[in-house]
């Protein structure tokens, strides 16, 4: 643990802060949701096959809003938290640049919610899979995992993005989950090209269906906008003043 | 010792240079300078014409609640920008160069702390942060500087204020920073941690350090700052020596309230003298106005004895803080 905090002490710092609170617990539950409706289908399965059901729920829920609920609570916290409770200056009044302090912060975030959405996938995924091939499932598993990781790495520095620009960011963050990913991002096809859940889905359907070359362009743009999100959050810090 | 009264002769027409900058005395160099410091949110002056420098020592940042201290203080540290002018530190600019911060400390008002860390990984942090060589034994030291070695292992969250004031002293003392600031770090400690905290100031003041201390409170500035920086409404009211603005304070028309069993015959009495520039009764009660308040203090009783009078109590009633700021901006 020393180590870590003279390695990595933003980082560090930000998880001890989501583990004292809330956020990390509610990351956690949020993605063992999926597991719920995992049990029920166990229990009582309907008329779709254990892959199906999987790909269905990963496809109409986890991606389009659970996935991007369970990021946007860490990462409209890491800064915004600070910012409510006046504890930046801890950090701004560092020899410490701006890039490091913003890069620390999103390592934070993925720290805590990775680890939690994959643990969701598991669980959902073994839950749901009896009499499943191990091979599919395991195919399965790696497409949602991977899908997972992307989505959460451009969400993640979306949000954190947000919530140095935005007072409200967590708020704006639902309605934008709600209404853009999960709603319009659905019906309307301009909407739907421009969302991460577009993205996330061609990773998801390119691994699946040995596509790989789509699967990896798309992971590829989630990460290029993810680093403009960076640098804008990096420009924005620099901008920023804390009273 | 240059003392400057009323914010008219603070503003320099120019950028003057750092020796004539108020507040500083004769020779000394600027560790901090504003030049010109305007901060306006919207239509809000939060500050305007700020324009002093503060050299090595203790300087005390004195106003009443609400005048603009806190804000001069971030302005110093760079976690806001002036709307207008130029705030330098060790002559840098700040905010821009995150390098001043290996020399600046700030104990800044907010209360809140990371609550989950204890005090001493929060002090660590500190150090760390600051990238010294041995942040191990630099967060000893400051803890034990602050008196909080005995609950270094408590979380903060759980801290009272006083315990919170001396950790947040600490964390920016860890690096030892040429320049402090510390914005009303005695308030919620008690007597004990107050002057404990009053005598760490003095020695971080004798051992070279520029601290700026800000407080709102005229008796305590006295213990620990001979020069004294005073913002009234966002403004530069005076700077300079502590005791001669006082003196100077002093010098005004002074309003007593004195009670006694005959005040008629005593009002009869003091009215002759010239000291007494007027005095008039209420609620049975004298209330007086001196040009000398020294010389007042002794005539009353001598007055009071000569003619047989008992004397129950004397009282300034225009000593509050705020009718001594508004007597230095002259309103």
């Not at chain 2, 503003?11 to 003057?16: G, L």
């Not at chain 2, 004294?228 to 010098?251: H, P, S, W, Y």
């Not at chain 2, 008629?264 to 008039?280: E, F, G, K, N, Y």
């Amino acid at each position: 643990m020393a180590t870590l905090w003279r390695l990595l002490p933003v980082t560090t710092l930000t998880v001890r802060q989501f583990s004292g609170g809330r956020t990390a617990r509610l990351a956690l539950v949020l993605s063992l949701i999926p597991a719920l409706f995992a049990a029920i289908y166990a229990a009582r399965p309907w008329e779709v096959t254990p892959d199906e059901f999987l790909i269905g729920l990963f496809r109409e829920l986890i991606v389009p809003t659970l996935l991007p609920i369970v990021v946007l609570l860490p990462a409209t916290a890491a800064f915004g938290n600070e910012l409510e409770d006046g504890t930046l200056p801890y950090l701004l009044m560092k020899p410490v640049s701006r890039l490091r302090l913003v890069l620390g912060k999103y390592a934070a975030v993925l720290l805590v919610t990775v680890p939690a959405l994959l643990a969701g996938l598991i669980v959902t995924a073994l839950v749901a899979s009896r009499g499943m091939d191990v091979g599919d499932l395991g195919r399965i598993l790696v497409a949602m995992a991977a899908a997972s990781v992307a989505a959460a790495a451009l969400l993640g520095a979306l949000f954190l993005l947000v919530s140095l620009v935005i007072p409200r960011a967590l708020l704006a963050g639902i309605i934008y989950i709600f209404a853009w990913e999960s709603l319009l991002g659905r019906f309307l096809p301009g909407v739907r090209a421009i969302s991460s859940r577009e993205y996330a889905l061609k990773v998801f359907d390119g691994i699946l269906g040995d596509d790989l070359s789509t699967a990896w362009n798309a992971a590829l743009t989630m990460l290029v906008v993810a680093g403009v999100c960076l640098l804008l959050a990096v420009w924005r810090l620099r901008s920023l003043q804390v009273d | 010792m240059t003392e400057t009264l009323n914010p008219s002769l603070n503003q320099a027409a120019s950028e003057p240079a750092s020796k004539e900058l108020p507040g500083l005395p004769p020779g000394a160099e600027a560790v901090i300078a504003l030049r010109g410091v305007a901060k306006w949110y919207g239509d809000v002056v939060a500050v305007s014409d700020l324009t002093f420098g503060i050299g090595a020592g203790v300087t005390a940042l004195l106003g009443p609640n609400g005048a603009g201290k806190s804000t001069v203080l971030n302005l110093v540290s760079g976690l806001i920008r002036p709307s207008s002018g130029t705030v330098q530190v060790l002559n840098r600019a700040v905010p821009g160069d995150t390098t001043v911060y290996r020399d600046l400390g700030l104990a800044g008002e907010q209360e809140q702390l990371y609550g989950s860390l204890t005090g001493r990984e929060f002090v660590h942090l500190n150090a760390i942060l600051q990238k010294i060589p041995q942040p191990d034994v630099a967060t000893e030291r400051t803890i034990a500087l602050v008196d909080m070695t005995g609950d270094a292992n408590r979380q903060v969250g759980g801290y009272s204020k006083g315990m919170r004031q001396r950790i947040k002293v600490a964390a920016a003392l860890v690096h030892d920073p040429r320049v402090l600031l510390l914005d009303e770090p005695l308030n919620g400690t008690d007597p004990v941690q107050r002057a404990s905290l009053i005598a760490l100031i003095r020695r971080l003041g004798d051992e070279g350090k520029t601290v700026v201390v800000s407080s709102h409170v005229l008796s305590e500035v006295e213990r620990f700052a001979r020069n004294v920086l005073v913002i009234v409404n966002g403004k530069l009211a005076a700077a300079g020596d502590f005791r001669t603005i006082r003196e100077r304070m002093d010098e005004r028309d002074h309003i007593i309230r004195i009670r006694c069993d005959d005040p008629r015959r005593l009002a009869a009495a003091l009215v002759v003298d010239p000291v007494t520039t007027s005095i008039r009764m209420e609620d049975g009660r004298l209330i007086a106005e001196t040009n000398d308040v020294r010389q007042f203090g002794r005539l009353v009783p001598q007055v009071a004895r000569r003619e047989g009078i008992r004397l129950f109590e004397m009282q300034p009633v225009d000593e509050s803080l705020a009718s001594v700021f508004s007597y230095l901006v002259g309103s």
